[in-house]
């Protein structure tokens, strides 16, 4: 019994200079609890601390999703609209900018297109801008732009495909059709505005 | 902004020319004074505003919901299936952020140790009633915008945005299930240990809740840690904020100890007996099971 005393008092000196969420310390030794349920057991391949995983490369071909915030502009103001006191007072809406030439995490070839298709969409200074005040959250409101800019960037990645033979020729033959009707309507009119005419000495 | 100045000055002309303020040309807010007379001749008086005969005028009304007679509309249905088993249902009594921030700030919680129920509690502001079918707290989003604290928080639910706000200012954040019976013991920690009964192993979730507690995306501690971690990327990146180098924190150990899936407190093993009056931890003689438990740590 004073075995057992003496082991634990000494637990006690010890533990009173340990914080409370780390192991106890019995004789000098650190011994944590490991349950059945543990973690290595469940997960015996897994790292089971917390790390931060390097962020996912973008290949010229494809845009892996991960947008650098870092390398964003994002300014919050009011949000229009109704809302009371609320909307009066709490910055929610979003402002999203970015000088699209040089944004070097799109690929390039999305880039280029993005900068043709947007070229009247840009600022003096070459920023795109995207603006989101969809909700009451500023949080919420920020990962709307995000989606927007994402969404924007998968757009005008895809190629769209060129149109077949069938396509172009049913594309055609609409457009003649069209034509076909609209002048038959036009001399079906002219028709009923020259019998509104009276006869020529030609007529009889 | 323009129209505010004319109209200032508009009130301003008018007081120039108005006579002053006195008793003869003021009147009483509307309806603040209400009309003292009595009920009598034509028009409030006769009958008062009873009508003729029957319960309206014999003040012996009938009971609300009668409809004289045929089965009235509150007794129709004897039950509805939306409320079915509700009393068996589980709850999680709600803490804001804005209130974990304000307890954070006044200092009754301290942001440098890993907080779960058992501090919650402590603070003396924040009660669980276990035996009402509450099984721990959730995080609500109140007062998001305004979270500022680094904090090693475990909790019982928490939304996606919340995880996020917790996270983008460099905590962690763990959803941990605790059963009724151990929560009694977290809850108030000094009366049970008076109790003398050994710490209790806690339980595994119900089937329904095991789905949750081992999903990565909701911070499961059952959860892989690994991918606990690429989550952590993907809510960075959803939510708009660069995701802080938890590894290279100074409170890393702090931030990323966890308890056991069988553990209730931390430090504190199931089985032990703690005697609080005595200063004591009393163990019970190893057991093979128990020996292979305790694996050193290197």
Known sequence: MNKICCSFISVLRYASTEKAYTSSVVLGRRLSFKSDLSLDKIYPNSRLKLFTPPPPQSTPEKFSGYIPINQLEITYSRSSGPGGQHVNCVNTKVDLRFKLAGADWIPEKTRQKLLQGLQNKLTKDGYFVIKSDMTRSQQLNLADALEKLRKLIREYEVEKAAPTEETLEKLRRRHERAARDRLLVKRQRSLTKSSRQGPNITDL | ?298
């Not at chain 2, 129209?3 to 807010?29: D, F, W, Y």
């Not at chain 2, 509307?30 to 009595?38: A, E």
């Open chain 2, 1 to 298: 902004m323009a129209h505010l100045r004319e109209s200032a000055e508009k009130a301003l002309k008018m007081l120039r020319t108005l006579p002053r303020v006195q008793l003869s040309n003021i009147r009483p807010n509307p309806n603040s004074k209400k009309n003292t007379k009595r009920g009598r001749a034509q028009h409030s008086g006769d009958k008062h505003g009873a009508g003729n005969k029957g319960s309206g005028q014999r003040q012996n009304y009938m009971r609300l919901g009668y409809e004289t007679g045929n089965n009235p509309f509150y007794l129709r249905f004897p039950y509805e299936p939306y409320y079915k088993g509700h009393h068996l249902r589980r709850q999680y009594p709600p803490i804001s952020l804005l209130q974990l921030q304000v307890l954070l700030d006044t200092n009754r919680i301290d942001s440098k140790q890993p907080i779960d129920i058992t501090t919650l509690c402590n603070s003396g502001l924040l009660r669980l009633q276990p035996a009402s079918m509450e099984y721990g707290f959730q995080l609500t989003d109140e007062g998001i915008d305004r979270f500022k604290a680094k904090i090693c928080i475990e909790v019982q639910h928490a939304k996606e945005s919340v995880i996020a706000a917790i996270e983008r200012n460099g905590g962690v954040i763990r959803t941990a299930y605790y059963d009724p019976r151990s929560l009694q013991a977290m809850v108030n920690p000094s009366k049970w240990f008076e109790k003398g009964v050994p710490i209790p192993k806690r339980l595994l979730p119900p089937q329904d809740a095991v789905e949750y507690y081992t999903s990565a995306k909701n911070r499961g501690y059952l959860a892989d840690p690994e991918e606990i971690s690429k989550e952590r990327l993907v809510l960075a990146q959803k939510y708009g904020y660069e995701l802080p180098r938890i590894e290279d924190d100074p409170d890393y150990e702090m931030l990323i100890s966890q308890k056991d899936a069988r553990q209730i407190f931390y430090g504190l093993e199931p089985g032990w007996v703690i005697g609080l009056k005595d200063k004591l931890i009393i163990k019970s003689k190893s057991l093979p099971e128990e020996q292979a438990n305790r694996e050193e740590k290197s």
